[in-house]
């Protein structure tokens, strides 16, 4: 168990605590960046389309194979064009 074990000398809580907030923003800024220039663009990831229908990939794949969505592939990723994803969205008769 000792491999898991972090001692930290000559560092006060208070500097640990600002270092790790510092970590955190970063990686958060690096991941809004990314998501920010798909946006531009109007892609969208799996989990986003999942996310944004509030659905599970389950039902996704469902929809594109019924061809209800349609995927668009670059390599081994899959994205859906926003524009289209919310086109699909239709209002229900009443």
Do not use: F
């Amino acid at each position: 168990m000792e491999g898991n074990q972090i001692i930290l000398q000559g560092i006060s809580e208070a500097s640990l605590v600002g270092r790790i907030k510092l970590a955190i923003k970063e990686v958060l800024e690096e991941n809004t960046v990314d998501s920010d220039s798909t946006d531009k663009i109007g892609l969208l990831t799996r989990d986003e389309v999942c996310q944004l229908l509030k659905i599970n990939r389950t039902t996704l794949w469902s929809y594109t194979k019924q061809k209800k969505l349609k995927s668009y592939g670059i390599g081994n990723r899959v994205y859906y064009k926003k524009n289209e994803v919310l086109d699909a969205v239709k209002p229900l008769k009443k």
